[in-house]
């Protein structure tokens, strides 16, 4: 999920800074979470898409 969030984050022409400003985080936060370093809430993944990245998160289990 942090490889997501960082390509997106990229393409946007964000900093880790200015995502973590967006969504209410900090920067350490948003590198630990890019680079796989830190379990996220589903409520943290879903803001930062949502407020920090503008987009829609969607979840799916199939069997």
Do not use: F, H, P
């Amino acid at each position: 999920m942090g490889v997501i969030i960082r390509e997106i984050r990229k393409e946007q022409g964000m900093t880790q800074a200015q995502l973590a400003a967006k969504c209410g985080t900090t920067k350490t936060y948003i590198s630990r979470i890019e680079n796989n370093a830190s379990d996220i809430r589903l409520s943290t993944l879903m803001r930062i898409v949502r407020e920090g990245l503008g987009g829609n998160l969607k979840l799916s289990v199939t069997q």
